[in-house]
T-cell receptor
């Protein structure tokens, strides 16, 4: 079956623009995670959803970052007034149930802020 | 709080040689430990995981790792490297429980395999 799908694959934004990154998890997966991976670094946790509930947003770096999953499937990560330091690959992962230690990752969206 | 240190950002081996990628962790609770592999332009893929069962964990593609609590280590090994093993490898830790998927990753180790 299809894996985790993220779009767009690449996004270039001018500083100050708003962007929206989309994640389509594997069908039926309960849990969804967003990670940020800066160049040359490991991924860093941003936020976690169980179905439509956002249970942990402790990793969001500022109030310019907002994530939602209104129907418990597709999720959108929104970044307002982008800054150069937001340039990174944004990874989405899903897992089939709560407390599942196996995450399925998408290929990510590479965001470049000029 | 949890952290992961991967020793060596780049490791180069010859095809057929032993692969050893080092990972040390810090955790205030019994850790759950993972190794993920990332091929170019692909998502992270789980190689293996330790979740408090057997300390020697076998994963996909012939990789294995041993949890050593006394050394706070979870090194990844493979007896004989293949060209297809060339990729970036990430060690990660979580606290388990309700934080299963909240992983703290190391900085990654790029493995190069020479013919």
């Amino acid at each position: 079956g299809a894996g985790v799908s993220q779009s767009p694959r690449y996004k270039v934004a001018k500083r100050g623009q708003d962007v929206a990154l989309r994640c389509d998890p594997i069908s039926g997966h309960v849990s969804l995670f967003w990670y940020q991976q800066a160049l040359g670094q490991g991924p860093e946790f941003l936020t976690y959803f169980q179905n439509e509930a956002q249970l942990d947003k402790s990793g969001l770096p500022s109030d310019r970052f907002f994530a939602e999953r209104p129907e418990g499937s597709v999720s959108t990560l929104k970044i307002q007034r982008t800054q150069q330091e937001d340039s990174a690959v944004y990874l989405c992962a899903s897992s089939p149930r709560d407390r599942s230690e196996k995450l399925f990752f998408g290929s990510g969206t590479q965001l470049s802020v000029l | 709080a949890q952290s992961v240190t991967q020793l060596g950002s780049h490791v180069s081996v010859s095809e057929g040689a032993l692969v050893l990628l080092r990972c040390n962790y810090s955790s205030s609770v019994p850790p759950y430990l993972f190794w993920y592999v990332q091929y170019p332009n692909q998502g992270l893929q789980l190689l293996l995981k330790y979740t408090s069962a057997a300390t020697l964990v076998k994963g996909i593609n012939g990789f294995e790792a041993e949890f050593k609590k006394s050394e706070t280590s979870f090194h990844l090994t493979k007896p004989s490297a293949h060209m297809s093993d060339a990729a970036e490898y990430f060690c990660a830790v979580s606290a388990g429980g309700t934080s299963y998927g909240k992983l703290t990753f190391g900085q990654g180790t790029i493995l190069t395999v020479h013919p």
